[in-house]
């Protein structure tokens, strides 16, 4: 479940939080009850859960005659263990996220808020949880703080501080199958993580439907939440809508 850790930079109870995601994914949620958290080093950002380019040249100078192994293949590692849920901070929706997020025209954005985003993991008893905002630095000038393990992955590029990101993290290897029901499926390497135990009726403040689609896909988003019994607000997007004059 969550709990609070002294390197996690947390916003505000009521900070607003979106995650994007296409329609297959969050029927997934659903089936499951459960968020997907993705391991860190099957990100696109190939930096993901490294240091900088200042840390590395540290480490050559002093650590290289002292050991086998270079301080960088450690932390290479070291991400594989590292599972991440990444989750927009923004008062409004974000035209560049549904760009960004989705594979298809056809998703949803959850609103929530990191007060419900902290309250929904208490379903999972296995391990904890901890969640913080990303710090955006020049990973050719700037140094990430050492002494903590996950420092690496509260850091990105300043390339992506178009995400304002909040990001849920686990410590856990991730297994390559799963078992649903009495099925046992083998996970595709692109996608290895783990499925948290979520209360979505907890977690989810509202659903809106992405942009630009038919009347009949927003008609289904609000069927399917029905159907798992999720008492929750499904809209279209503010994107849709044109100037009421």
Known sequence: MYKEHPEFEEPDDETIIWRYVDFTKFIS?????????????????RYEGKYTEVDVKLWEKILKPKI?????????????????????????ESA???????????????????????????????????????????????????????????????????ERELRAVIMKFAPQEETIGKHILYVD???FGIHVKTDLNILIDKIVVSPNVPDWFIDLVISIVKKYELNKKVEPSELSKGPPY
Not at 72 to 82: A, G, H, P
Not at 84 to 89: A, F, G, Q
Request: aromatic content about 14%.
């Open 29 to 45: 949620y659903l089936v499951r009850n459960a968020l997907f958290f993705v391991r860190s080093d099957k990100l696109f950002d």
């Open 68 to 92: 086998k192994m270079k301080q960088t293949e450690v932390y290479d590692e070291f991400r594989k263990s590292v599972n991440l849920s990444s989750w927009h901070m923004n008062e409004n």
């Open 96 to 162: 560049a996220m549904w760009e960004i997020c989705l594979q298809s025209n056809e998703g949803v954005t959850i609103q929530s808020t990191f007060k419900r985003l902290k309250d929904s993991f208490n379903p999972h008893k296995e391990d904890e949880i901890h969640i913080g905002k990303v710090k955006y630095v020049d990973y050719r000038k700037d140094s990430i703080p050492k002494g903590n393990i996950f420092n690496p992955s509260l850091y990105k590029r300043k390339a992506f501080e178009h």
């Open 189 to 191: 390497p692109k996608w």
